[in-house]
């Protein structure tokens, strides 16, 4: 039986399979443990209300117009929350870790094809074992899905290069369009660029210069606009923000004319090393080797690094830069270090010797580092009886000794983003209280309550209300005054928090006291 499982392991077929167990395991193993954090805040907050109010094509953060990425990319989210039956850490991320597992299986099939065999076995591992690709693949964003859709398409063009057929020039549209629907253009640019240099060579992009390429694209084109001609259909007429508007916004004026994240010009120089870490020393070796001999490289691997070339001038003389900008280069970087691992090995195979168990060990190593950290002793950070979390358990438990939880209303007051998923109760939507707003700062609840019936133009009960707030510094609460009447519930420290002596904001809730009869 042993034997039998070593020799299936052995094959390409137990191989692969052991390849995505793995990525699976690194990939979901303490997923639903992890509070939200930076970004995927904000998709998490969109999505709870499209689904709280059924509105699918007006995006709101916490109660503003918030128009900053594509539509799908949140529905993919609400999707998950209908299939699970709600939304949580699970639903909120599973889009993201299943385009990173799409992804690692994606490299191997491209590092098979265009490379000696083993290639995409080994870029498959590294990928998967890449710190920062897995981080950022636990975390629910926008960024792993385009770079599963630019491997994708690279993925597609390289099963037949030289195909002119409409159906191919179809998918590969259509792969485009739908990259660029969940963070923007880059879904076109990037694969147009990767593929360039191979295009370019010996005059191929000559072959598909045809009528049937322009009906593949004005197909694509029209797939892309979809969403946003349903926005501008079924969306509110008084919505102030356009998903057009936003597409020029920030992928041409942030391109040229940055208004935020403004990165050195060195940023990628500095970052591609580190998000390809531990494995980025295998790929500047194989840079330096296959540029060192480059007549006598091979043509897939020269097109390789034209590619990495081009999208690392793309991303630098961009305007606007940040870290993890860098993750479309991670898979080619990966591929080109597995190219120089398997070139190395071939070379001592042909010099007569043989290769250790170095290389399958510290893969394995990378793979219990990352399970530790990102599976282990990061969502034990969040744990301790603290945090946002445990917050939103107190609230719920003691509202819940007054009445059901559905039937409370909550006014959330400019509070934390990873807070309104945490407090779902399925009743009325939240109601958001702008950070500019007039709201009494002192006085009593009676007062702050005529204010809420006049802003919102609805009727309150006193009873049934839980007030929540953000603040910085607990002795100094915005809304301490409700104390008088209402029991307050505050953030406690999680193990992070006192693990790292951390002093962080926190939320506050003002719940209601039950009034007892003289």
Same mark, same amino acid.
């Given at each position: 039986?042993?034997?039998?499982?070593?020799?299936?392991?052995?094959?390409?077929?137990?191989?692969?399979?052991?390849?995505?167990?793995?990525?699976?395991?690194?990939?979901?193993?303490?997923?639903?443990?992890?509070? &939200?954090?930076?970004?995927?805040?904000?998709?998490?907050?969109?999505?709870?209300?499209?689904?709280?109010?059924?509105?699918?094509?007006?995006?709101?953060? *916490?109660?503003? =117009?918030?128009?900053?990425?594509?539509?799908?990319?949140?529905?993919?989210?609400?999707? +998950?929350?209908?299939?699970?039956?709600?939304?949580?850490?699970?639903?909120?991320?599973? =889009? @993201?870790?299943? @385009?990173?597992?799409?992804?690692?299986?994606?490299?191997?099939?491209?590092?098979?094809?265009?490379?000696?065999? #083993?290639?995409?076995?080994?870029?498959?591992?590294?990928?998967?074992?890449?710190?920062?690709?897995?981080?950022?693949?636990?975390?629910?964003?926008?960024?792993?899905?385009?770079?599963?859709?630019?491997? #994708?398409?690279?993925?597609?063009?390289?099963?037949?290069?030289?195909?002119?057929?409409?159906?191919?020039?179809?998918?590969?549209? &259509?792969?485009?369009?739908?990259?660029?629907?969940?963070?923007?253009?880059?879904?076109?640019?990037?694969?147009?660029?990767?593929?360039?240099?191979?295009?370019?060579?010996?005059?191929?992009?000559?072959?598909?210069?045809?009528?049937?390429?322009?009906?593949?694209?004005?197909?694509?084109?029209?797939?892309?606009?979809?969403?946003?001609?349903?926005?501008?259909?079924?969306? +509110?007429?008084?919505?102030?923000?356009? #998903?057009?508007?936003?597409?020029?916004?920030?992928?041409?004026?942030?391109?040229?004319?940055?208004?935020?994240?403004?990165?050195?010009?060195?940023?990628?120089?500095?970052?591609?090393?580190?998000?390809?870490? =531990?494995?980025?020393?295998?790929?500047?070796?194989?840079?330096?080797?296959?540029?060192?001999?480059?007549?006598?490289?091979? =043509?897939?691997?020269?097109?390789?690094?034209?590619?990495?070339?081009?999208?690392?001038?793309?991303?630098?003389?961009?305007?606007?830069?940040?870290?993890?900008?860098?993750?479309?280069?991670?898979?080619?970087?990966?591929?080109?270090?597995?190219?120089?691992?398997?070139?190395?090995?071939?070379?001592?195979?042909?010099?007569?010797?043989?290769?250790?168990?170095?290389?399958?060990?510290?893969?394995?190593?990378?793979?219990?580092?990352?399970?530790?950290?990102?599976?282990?002793?990061?969502?034990?950070?969040?744990?301790?009886?603290?945090?946002?979390?445990?917050?939103?358990?107190?609230?719920?438990?003691?509202?819940?000794?007054?009445?059901?939880?559905?039937?409370?209303?909550?006014?959330?007051?400019?509070?934390?983003?990873?807070?309104?998923?945490?407090?779902?109760?399925?009743?009325?939507?939240?109601?958001?209280?702008?950070?500019?707003?007039?709201?009494?700062?002192?006085?009593?609840?009676?007062?702050?309550?005529?204010?809420?019936? *006049?802003?919102?133009?609805?009727?309150?009960?006193?009873?049934?209300?839980?007030?929540?707030?953000?603040?910085?510094?607990?002795?100094?609460?915005?809304?301490?005054?409700?104390?008088?009447?209402?029991?307050?519930?505050?953030?406690?420290?999680?193990?992070?928090?006192?693990?790292?002596?951390?002093?962080?904001?926190?939320?506050?809730?003002?719940?209601?006291?039950? *009034?007892?009869?003289?």
């Amino acid at each position: 039986m042993k034997k039998s499982l070593v020799s299936f392991l052995k094959s390409d077929q137990g191989a692969l399979l052991l390849l995505l167990g793995v990525s699976a395991l690194l990939l979901l193993f303490g997923l639903g443990a992890r509070e &939200l954090w930076g970004p995927e805040t904000r998709w998490a907050n969109i999505a709870l209300q499209m689904l709280q109010t059924g509105d699918y094509f007006d995006p709101y953060l *916490k109660g503003m =117009p918030y128009y900053d990425k594509p539509l799908p990319s949140y529905w993919l989210i609400t999707a +998950t929350a209908h299939l699970m039956g709600g939304l949580g850490h699970w639903s909120l991320r599973l =889009p @993201s870790v299943l @385009s990173a597992w799409l992804s690692v299986w994606l490299v191997y099939l491209i590092g098979e094809q265009l490379y000696r065999k #083993g290639t995409g076995l080994i870029a498959g591992w590294f990928l998967a074992t890449t710190f920062f690709f897995v981080f950022w693949a636990r975390v629910a964003t926008a960024d792993i899905l385009t770079v599963c859709g630019v491997l #994708g398409a690279v993925w597609w063009y390289w099963r037949g290069p030289n195909d002119t057929r409409l159906s191919r020039y179809l998918v590969f549209f &259509l792969i485009l369009a739908l990259t660029s629907l969940f963070k923007g253009l880059i879904g076109f640019i990037l694969p147009g660029l990767i593929l360039l240099p191979h295009l370019l060579g010996e005059g191929r992009w000559k072959n598909h210069l045809n009528p049937r390429l322009c009906l593949a694209l004005l197909v694509a084109g029209a797939f892309y606009m979809l969403p946003f001609l349903l926005s501008h259909r079924y969306g +509110t007429p008084t919505y102030e923000q356009s #998903g057009l508007d936003l597409v020029f916004r920030e992928n041409v004026v942030r391109f040229f004319h940055p208004f935020d994240q403004f990165g050195p010009i060195y940023t990628y120089l500095l970052y591609l090393p580190v998000y390809t870490l =531990p494995w980025a020393p295998c790929w500047i070796l194989g840079l330096w080797v296959a540029v060192r001999s480059w007549k006598h490289t091979e =043509p897939n691997v020269r097109w390789l690094i034209g590619g990495l070339g081009l999208l690392f001038l793309f991303f630098t003389a961009s305007g606007s830069r940040r870290s993890y900008y860098v993750l479309p280069l991670v898979p080619f970087a990966q591929l080109l270090a597995a190219w120089w691992v398997t070139r190395r090995m071939a070379e001592r195979e042909a010099a007569g010797k043989v290769s250790g168990p170095g290389w399958t060990k510290g893969i394995a190593g990378a793979a219990v580092f990352l399970w530790l950290i990102l599976g282990v002793a990061y969502p034990w950070t969040n744990g301790g009886d603290g945090g946002v979390m445990q917050f939103t358990r107190d609230v719920r438990a003691e509202a819940s000794k007054t009445a059901p939880w559905n039937e409370w209303r909550l006014v959330l007051v400019d509070v934390d983003n990873k807070l309104p998923m945490y407090l779902q109760n399925h009743g009325s939507p939240f109601y958001y209280v702008l950070p500019d707003s007039d709201l009494p700062k002192t006085g009593d609840s009676t007062a702050l309550m005529a204010w809420l019936e *006049k802003k919102s133009g609805e009727r309150w009960n006193p009873e049934r209300t839980i007030i929540f707030e953000q603040y910085e510094n607990i002795n100094r609460l915005p809304l301490g005054y409700l104390t008088a009447d209402h029991q307050l519930i505050t953030t406690r420290p999680d193990n992070g928090a006192r693990l790292f002596h951390a002093h962080e904001s926190g939320s506050a809730a003002y719940i209601p006291k039950v *009034k007892t009869g003289d």
